[in-house]
């Protein structure tokens, strides 16, 4: 039997793949919402999976990449529920801003 941490990885690794696809493509809102959410919590899952395999291996600069894109994934979460205009005030606590210019970083006042 193989290692049920990568089986179950792997799923969610297809899940996120195939729902963040599926969001791209999607015209209405609440559904893309839904989509790029079941994504995002798939991804954080495997991301976990993944970091707890390698680190138990001795692998821990693999583990600690693993690591840091479930951070990353985990604090972009919630900003997947809504648009860029709904979402700024949540970016600008992160101290990022995003203007016309893009996303760059804002220092706090």
Same mark, same amino acid.
């Given at each position: 039997?193989? *290692?049920?941490?990568? &089986? /179950?990885?792997?799923?969610?690794?297809? !899940?996120?793949?195939? $729902?963040? +696809? +599926?969001?791209?493509? !999607?015209?209405? %809102? *609440? /559904?893309?919402?839904?989509?790029?959410?079941?994504?995002? !919590?798939? /991804? &954080?899952?495997?991301?976990? /999976?993944?970091?707890?395999? $390698?680190?138990?291996?001795?692998?821990?600069?693999?583990?600690?990449?693993?690591? &840091?894109?479930?951070?990353?994934?985990?604090?972009?979460?919630?900003? %997947?529920?809504?648009?860029?205009? #709904?979402? %700024?005030?949540?970016?600008?606590? +992160?101290? +990022?801003?995003?203007? #016309?210019?893009?996303?760059?970083?804002?220092?706090?006042?």
């Amino acid at each position: 039997m193989k *290692n049920p941490i990568i &089986v /179950l990885a792997t799923i969610c690794l297809a !899940v996120g793949g195939v $729902f963040g +696809l +599926l969001g791209a493509f !999607v015209s209405r %809102r *609440n /559904l893309q919402a839904a989509c790029w959410g079941i994504d995002g !919590v798939a /991804l &954080v899952v495997a991301a976990a /999976l993944l970091a707890l395999k $390698f680190s138990r291996g001795g692998n821990d600069a693999i583990a600690a990449g693993f690591f &840091v894109f479930d951070m990353g994934e985990g604090v972009m979460l919630p900003e %997947r529920a809504g648009t860029l205009a #709904e979402t %700024r005030p949540y970016l600008r606590r +992160l101290g +990022l801003d995003v203007g #016309e210019g893009g996303l760059k970083e804002s220092t706090p006042k």
